[in-house]
């Protein structure tokens, strides 16, 4: 389930759209190692700490370059029962120092009560052990477009590869300066690819970003999607300049 193929994503501020640095508190190593390398796989980049302690040092830095250390990071997912300082007092100091990022919190109690806990300390999120990988990521990504959207809202707007321009407000993409007509579908795949152009997609990870986690269908509907995409973009569609397959993992842009 996890797997490392694709830690190299290019990671300019320029392509890393939706992601970000992520600081994962959890003492339990097992789930500390998987969720981070799931992390990692998707494209974000992962701060691990295993205390509470240790993550406020993270976030507010040591005594010495105290100033700015959050501005780094993106998103904390917060185990609850950790060894001294507990995930709920790191979540109210957290915000206590006016520090601006969303929280997600992971934890094995999952009464109502601790949930409304929880987000009135000023968590985000709230997730229930034992979860799924995919559900996790699903809300990173969720949180982190909320939280972007309302802290830079035009932030990274026209999104550029080659002669290829895609509009992401405007939901318009234009080759060589010539609007072409796209279905929200091949545009969300091609905001997807171009957000990371070379980065390598598996067809299960374009249903997840594009349809959602909770897609039923087959991932052969990827391919008539890339074939659509490359009839209205490629020049050549079946020997295309863009959109490339790559045998035995899937797609990837230039
Ligand atoms: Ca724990």
């Known amino acids: 389930m996890v797997s490392?193929?694709?830690?190299?994503?290019?990671?300019?501020?320029?392509?890393?759209?939706?992601?970000?640095?992520?600081?994962?508190?959890?003492?339990?190593?097992?789930?500390?190692?998987?969720?981070?390398?799931?992390?990692?796989?998707?494209?974000?980049?992962?701060?691990?700490?295993?205390?509470?302690?240790r993550a406020l040092e993270m976030l507010t830095g040591s005594a010495d370059q105290r100033k700015g250390a959050i501005a780094d990071i993106s998103l904390i997912i917060l185990d609850l029962m950790l060894p001294g300082m507990n995930g709920l007092d790191l979540c109210r100091l957290v915000r206590h120092q006016g520090m601006d990022v969303p929280i997600l919190i992971l934890s094995a109690k999952g009464t109502e009560t601790d949930r409304v806990v929880g987000l009135e300390v000023g968590a985000d999120d709230y997730l229930t052990k034992p979860f799924g990988m995919r559900e996790l990521i699903a809300r990173c990504r969720a949180l982190l477009r909320r939280y972007q959207s309302k802290t830079k809202p035009d932030s990274k707007s026209v999104l550029k590869f080659e002669d290829i321009a895609l509009h992401t407000n405007e939901c318009q993409v234009f080759l060589s300066e010539k609007e072409i007509s796209l279905s929200p579908k091949e545009f969300k795949i091609l905001e997807l690819l171009i957000s990371q152009p070379k980065r390598v997609w598996s067809r299960d990870q374009i249903i997840d970003q594009v349809w959602g986690y909770d897609f039923m269908g087959d991932n052969k509907t990827v391919d008539v999607h890339i074939r659509w995409l490359r009839e209205k973009l490629e020049e050549t569609p079946s020997d295309p300049k863009y959109l490339k397959t790559v045998r035995g993992f899937g797609y990837r842009l230039g």
């Open 4 to 53: 490392l193929r694709s830690k190299a994503a290019p990671a300019t501020s320029e392509i890393r759209v939706g992601l970000g640095k992520v600081l994962l508190v959890e003492d339990e190593a097992l789930i500390r190692e998987t969720v981070a390398l799931s992390l990692a796989d998707e494209g974000f980049e992962v701060l691990v700490a295993d205390n509470g302690q």
